[in-house]
Every structure is written in C-alpha cells, then in structure tokens.
C-alpha cells in the first residue's frame, strides 16, 4: 500500500536503454542475455557510443560499463515480449520479486529466530527505504533477483544444517546458481553463508564441514567471476562505480567511509543519498538562529559528520550483541551474531556501487533482526527495571526505534513512491514536448547545452522511440554543469561555453563516464560525431572553458540547440558572431514550466489561425 505508486513509475534512465535494445535501436547490437552490457569498453564499441551522443564527449576513452545479468536481462525481455510497453505489468512482475524476497526472508528469520522477534524483524524489513529504487526503476529489479534467490538458498541451506536432508542441500545448490545468473548483488546474499558456516559450525572437524558447506557458494562465485572476466564484463572508467579487481586500492579506500555511510542508514535511519546530495538539517539548524552562520562554516563538512554517525551506529549495534548474550542466551545470542557479522560483510560487495539506499537490500536482513531484538530486549527491561528511570529509559527507546524503523520509515516509503512516479513522469513529459523540428528531426544533430535532469541529458532519443516518435540524426550534450554559463559565438561555426561559477564538481571528471584521477588539462582535444572540443579552462580538473567547432555553420538548420528554461526545453537561437548569450542556471523539471510552454503553444496557434493569408 506505501509503494502502490510505484505501479505507475513508468520507465525511466536504463529502462530506456533496454526498450533502445530490443527495436535495435542502440548505438550498439545486443541481446536479449545481456541488456546489462552499456559499453564493453572496446575503442570501436565506444567511439559509436560517443558519436552517437549516449555516452558524453567528456567520456573515458577505454570507459567500459557491463554487468553480467543474463537471467535479469532475459526478464527484462520477457517483460517487452509479453507486455509491450504497459510499465504498469513490469512493475507488477518487480513487485513479485519483492514478495519473494520478503518471504526468503521471513523463511531465514523465522529458522534462526523465535516467531515473535522473526515476525517483527520481517516487518522492519519490509519496510526499508532501500526497497523503493529497485521496485521503482525497471533496470534495477537485479536487486530484488538476485537477493531473493540468494536468501532462498540460504534458507535452504540452513535446513539441510540442521536436518541434513538432500532435497534441502539439491535446492540451496540451485537457487545459488540462479542468484548468480541474476547478477553481482547475490554475493551481498552469500556473504551470510561465509557468517553462518563460521557460527554455527562447530567440533573438533569444523573447518573441512566448513569447507564443504561453503564449496557451492565458493564455486559459484569463482565460475561467476571465471566467466565474467573471460567475457569482458566489468566496470572501468567510471566515477560513480569501483571495480575491487579493477581498482583494488581505490576500493578498499572507500570502504572506510561507504559501509559508515550504509550503517547509519540502516541503524538510524539516516538516509544514505544525503552523503552525494547534502543533508536538509543543514537549513533547519540555520533557521533556529542558535548560532551567527559564520560559525557553521568552521564546522567540518556534512560527509564528516555523516560517516561519524555511521561509525557510532556501528559501535552501538557491536556493543548491543554483547549484551545479546547476557538477555537472550548463548543459543539465541549466536543466531544475531552470524546474521549481523553476515550483513556487514554483504556490504562490501556492493560498496563499489554509488552510495545510496538500494545498497542495503541485503544487510537489512541481520540489521533489522539486531533492531527487533533489541526492541525485545528493551521491553523485556520495562518489566525487569526496578527504578522508575530505568523503565523510562527503556520505553524511551523502544519509542524512538519504532519512530525510526516503522514510523519515519513508512514515511520515507511514501515520499519515495510518489517522488519516483512524479519524476518519470515530469522528465518523460519534458522530453517529449521539446520544441523540435518534427518534420527535419531524422536529419537533424539535436545538442542540449546542459541539464539538471538524467532524461533530457541521456535518453532524448530513446524516449522519443518508446512514444514511436522519430529519432534525431546524432544526441549530444555540450555541458555538464548544471550552473549558469556564457555562451558566446566565437565564428559562423564555432560556440564557446564558459561556466559563470566555481561549482564544477562532478560535471565531468568523477562523474559515471570518466574517473576523479583522469582530469582535464588545457589544451585538451576531442572529437565527436564530426565536432572538434577544444579545452580552453580548467578548474579542479574540470573543463570549465570549452570550444565546440562544427563542420558547418551554427545557423545551418541541421543543427538544432536546446536549453532547459522557465518554458519548458526550448529552442537556443545561436547569437551573431562576437556576441555573447547568458544562460541561466538550467531548470529541472517543473509543472509550472510545462504549463507555461503549453500556454504559449496554445496563444501561438491561436496566432496562426487569426492572421490573414
């Protein structure tokens, strides 16, 4: 019921590069097993992704992203095969994964734990913020796949531990395999097969029963690993995402701050994604004037605080399950332990990926029995306090966990579903009604200048394919600043975009195509679909001067320039030569502008029909 909008979230971002996939309409032929594969990082493979414009002229010229997900991808296909493009059925078929995975979960817990914990720890479960992204956007279900698959084996596993049957263990060798076949997110699941068989195995030959209880999910992984690497797969070039074979260092780097960051989500309920995007207390602070604002610039930097959180929640939730012990038992106390040491360890194979809530799908399994049990625990001290403040103390708590776990959660769930509905369906819209040239579009090199939104940066063509529209001859982004710039013509064919702030982070170096240790230096050249870039200022490693030089005039009617404004994505006409344009600071998208270009529509053809002939 929280999530029912996500039903309507239509497509967005790599969903749009999977229907481009299927009509053949991609810069580059793929199959249906492997949808996954955006750039296999070969020269030629990249040269038609950047000419093409779906990969930025800023791109790392060996930038390969590919993710071996065959049984996600031939999902992804049968979704088109049999519903066209109905995203309401493919949000419903993302919605059956979630339900197996919560009932895996609820199958593991209630094994490991008592009922009444297991039920309240499959609740707190159910409702983790991270759930929203992969039941919302298509492309991302892998999460839900692959998990379900991973905590059936699991579950299956833990049977044939205790009851030693053969269907059990035939059962948890097979889901294994499928969890694998959905992609990399199954290590997270079998990261809790490494704590459990560490726990739960015990006597004077543990380690070989060890051994043997781990063998399927170790050879898995290594046929998993075997084969991804003879076939190319991989993720190299890229800022957002690290490669623990590609970039070890660089991985293990991040770690120290990307699994606090992770923690604090699932221990406090501290939302991930404010590590990139800022953190709204910032504002609230301010306004209740406690402190002159010159004082919190002398504090550190949110991302300080934000992995200091993170890192007392770890201490917290460590010093919690030694008082396990002591409360609940020897037996019980061990079942928390293997399940808790199993999500931080599921951690670190996702911590490559870009922090956010989807990262946790899989830790939120032994978090959320830790949380239940300490909700157990505190209750149990409510009755066993002699003083009225130790009781007060516990039922204090119990009330601020439910608060961040059930209530503020719910919350989020809410404010996610609707959030992500609302934008597929605003950005898609903004695309859609661009001031085009409809009649000249196939022939036409349409170029935005820059964006604050992933679907008029990346994915112009592609939506325009899904709504059977045709397509632009050539895509291509000039800037991605999303900040005020000057754009001046510096010759019939040649513009110049100047960036007007020092704000030029991520806009290119750091960002998904080129890696934060590959900047920019002046004098840089590129070459795209026929334009020559020339880097003329850096700063911070950031192209923040570039020239674009054209084979024709800017005037030429093939050339056709857009920008994201008050009205909608309009139509940028080029200056005379030796002027200059100011843009302001691109708009993300808005109903208001869409009205207001709607508006103008209306009194432009209210125009044609009364002028005279």
């Given at each position: 019921?929280?999530?029912?909008?996500?039903?309507?979230?239509?497509?967005?971002?790599?969903?749009?590069?999977?229907?481009?996939?299927?009509?053949?309409?991609?810069?580059?032929?793929?199959?249906?097993?492997?949808?996954?594969?955006?750039?296999?990082?070969?020269?030629?493979?990249?040269?038609?992704?950047?000419?093409?414009?779906?990969?930025?002229?800023?791109?790392?010229?060996?930038?390969?992203?590919?993710?071996?997900?065959?049984?996600?991808?031939?999902?992804?296909?049968?979704?088109?095969?049999?519903?066209?493009?109905?995203?309401?059925?493919?949000?419903?078929?993302?919605?059956?994964?979630?339900?197996?995975?919560?009932?895996?979960?609820?199958?593991?817990?209630?094994?490991?734990?008592?009922?009444?914990?297991?039920?309240?720890?499959?609740?707190?479960?159910?409702?983790?913020?991270?759930?929203?992204?992969?039941?919302?956007?298509?492309?991302?279900?892998?999460?839900?796949?692959?998990?379900?698959?991973?905590?059936?084996?699991?579950?299956?596993?833990?049977?044939?531990?205790?009851?030693?049957?053969?269907?059990?263990?035939?059962?948890?060798?097979?889901?294994?395999?499928?969890?694998?076949?959905?992609?990399?997110?199954?290590?997270?699941?079998?990261?809790?097969?490494?704590?459990?068989?560490?726990?739960?195995?015990?006597?004077?030959?543990?380690?070989?029963?060890?051994?043997?209880?781990?063998?399927?999910?170790?050879?898995?992984?290594?046929?998993?690993?075997?084969?991804?690497?003879?076939?190319?797969?991989?993720?190299?070039?890229?800022?957002?995402?690290?490669?623990?074979?590609?970039?070890?260092?660089?991985?293990?780097?991040?770690?120290?701050?990307?699994?606090?960051?992770l923690v604090a989500e699932l221990a406090?309920?501290?939302?991930?994604?404010?590590?990139?995007?800022?953190?709204?207390?910032?504002?609230?602070?301010?306004?209740?004037?406690?402190?002159?604002?010159?004082?919190?610039?002398?504090?550190?930097?949110?991302?300080?605080?934000?992995?200091?959180?993170?890192?007392?929640?770890?201490?917290?939730?460590?010093?919690?399950?030694?008082?396990?012990?002591?409360?609940?038992?020897?037996?019980?106390?061990?079942?928390?332990?293997?399940?808790?040491?199993g999500a931080l360890l599921s951690l670190?194979?996702?911590?490559?990926?870009?922090?956010?809530?989807?990262?946790?799908?899989?830790?939120?399994?032994?978090?959320?029995?830790?949380?239940?049990?300490?909700?157990?625990?505190?209750?149990?001290?409510?009755?066993?306090?002699?003083?009225?403040?130790?009781?007060?103390?516990?039922?204090?708590?119990?009330?601020?966990?439910?608060?961040?776990?059930?209530?503020?959660?719910?919350?989020?769930?809410?404010?996610?579903?609707?959030?992500?509905?609302?934008?597929?369906?605003?950005?898609?819209?903004?695309?859609?009604?661009?001031?085009?040239?409809?009649?000249?579009?196939a022939q036409q090199h349409v170029m935005?200048?820059?964006?604050?939104?992933?679907?008029?940066?990346?994915?112009?063509?592609?939506?325009?394919?899904?709504?059977?529209?045709?397509?632009?001859?050539?895509?291509?982004?000039?800037?991605?600043?999303?900040?005020?710039?000057?754009?001046?013509?510096?010759?019939?064919?040649?513009?110049?975009?100047?960036?007007?702030?020092?704000?030029?982070?991520?806009?290119?170096?750091?960002?998904?195509?080129?890696?934060?240790?590959?900047?920019?230096?002046?004098?840089?050249?590129?070459?795209?679909?026929?334009?020559?870039?020339?880097?003329?200022?850096?700063?911070?490693?950031?192209?923040?001067?570039?020239?674009?030089?054209?084979?024709?005039?800017?005037?030429?009617?093939?050339?056709?320039?857009?920008?994201?404004?008050?009205?909608?994505?309009?139509?940028?006409?080029?200056?005379?030569?030796?002027?200059?344009?100011?843009?302001?600071?691109?708009?993300?998208?808005?109903?208001?502008?869409?009205?207001?270009?709607?508006?103008?529509?209306?009194?432009?053809?209210?125009?044609?029909?009364?002028?005279?002939?």
């Open positions: 019921m929280l999530r029912a909008p996500l039903l309507d979230a239509g497509f967005f971002a790599d969903d749009f590069d999977h229907h481009a996939m299927q009509v053949g309409a991609y810069p580059v032929p793929r199959s249906r097993f492997d949808m996954f594969n955006f750039g296999d990082g070969s020269s030629t493979e990249t040269r038609r992704l950047i000419d093409s414009g779906h990969f930025p002229w800023w791109s790392d010229p060996h930038v390969h992203l590919a993710m071996l997900r065959p049984l996600c991808s031939a999902l992804i296909a049968f979704d088109f095969a049999a519903f066209g493009l109905s995203a309401r059925y493919f949000h419903w078929h993302s919605f059956l994964w979630w339900a197996l995975l919560v009932i895996a979960v609820a199958l593991v817990l209630w094994e490991a734990m008592p009922p009444p914990m297991a039920a309240l720890a499959t609740l707190l479960f159910a409702l983790e913020e991270g759930h929203s992204l992969p039941l919302g956007w298509l492309a991302n279900r892998s999460t839900l796949v692959a998990t379900a698959f991973g905590f059936l084996a699991l579950y299956a596993h833990m049977l044939w531990r205790k009851r030693a049957g053969r269907v059990a263990r035939a059962l948890s060798i097979v889901f294994i395999v499928l969890a694998a076949s959905a992609g990399e997110y199954a290590f997270s699941a079998f990261a809790y097969f490494a704590a459990y068989e560490l726990s739960a195995t015990r006597g004077p030959d543990a380690w070989r029963a060890r051994a043997r209880g781990l063998a399927p999910v170790v050879v898995t992984a290594l046929i998993y690993l075997g084969v991804r690497s003879a076939l190319g797969y991989g993720i190299v070039g890229s800022g957002f995402y690290l490669s623990p074979t590609a970039a070890p260092l660089a991985f293990v780097a991040a770690l120290l701050w990307r699994i606090p960051v406090f309920g501290v939302p991930a994604d404010w590590y990139t995007g800022g953190s709204p207390w910032r504002d609230y602070i301010l306004q209740l004037q406690l402190f002159p604002a010159r004082i919190w610039l002398a504090f550190p930097d949110w991302r300080v605080w934000h992995v200091a959180i993170g890192v007392c929640a770890l201490t917290i939730v460590l010093l919690c399950l030694r008082r396990f012990r002591a409360i609940f038992g020897d037996a019980l106390a061990q079942s928390f332990s293997w399940l808790l040491w670190i194979p996702v911590a490559g990926g870009m922090v956010s809530a989807r990262l946790t799908v899989a830790a939120a399994l032994g978090f959320d029995a830790a949380i239940a049990a300490l909700l157990f625990a505190l209750f149990l001290g409510v009755s066993k306090r002699p003083s009225w403040l130790g009781r007060s103390v516990c039922l204090v708590l119990c009330a601020v966990l439910l608060w961040i776990h059930v209530d503020a959660a719910s919350e989020r769930d809410r404010a996610e579903a609707a959030w992500q509905r609302y934008r597929s369906e605003l950005e898609n819209t903004w695309v859609l009604r661009a001031e085009l040239d409809e009649a000249r579009i935005v200048i820059a964006s604050q939104d992933l679907t008029s940066a990346w994915y112009l063509p592609y939506v325009r394919r899904m709504a059977q529209r045709p397509m632009p001859k050539s895509y291509l982004l000039l800037s991605g600043a999303a900040q005020p710039q000057d754009l001046v013509r510096v010759a019939d064919n040649a513009i110049e975009l100047v960036v007007l702030t020092s704000d030029v982070a991520m806009m290119a170096v750091g960002g998904n195509y080129r890696p934060a240790n590959e900047p920019f230096h002046v004098g840089d050249v590129l070459r795209v679909d026929g334009v020559r870039v020339d880097v003329l200022r850096v700063l911070f490693g950031q192209p923040q001067a570039v020239r674009f030089t054209f084979p024709a005039s800017v005037d030429d009617p093939r050339y056709w320039f857009l920008y994201p404004g008050e009205r909608g994505l309009r139509r940028v006409v080029m200056p005379k030569v030796g002027e200059r344009l100011r843009l302001r600071r691109p708009m993300y998208p808005s109903e208001e502008a869409l009205q207001a270009q709607e508006y103008d529509r209306q009194l432009e053809r209210t125009r044609v029909q009364v002028t005279p002939n």
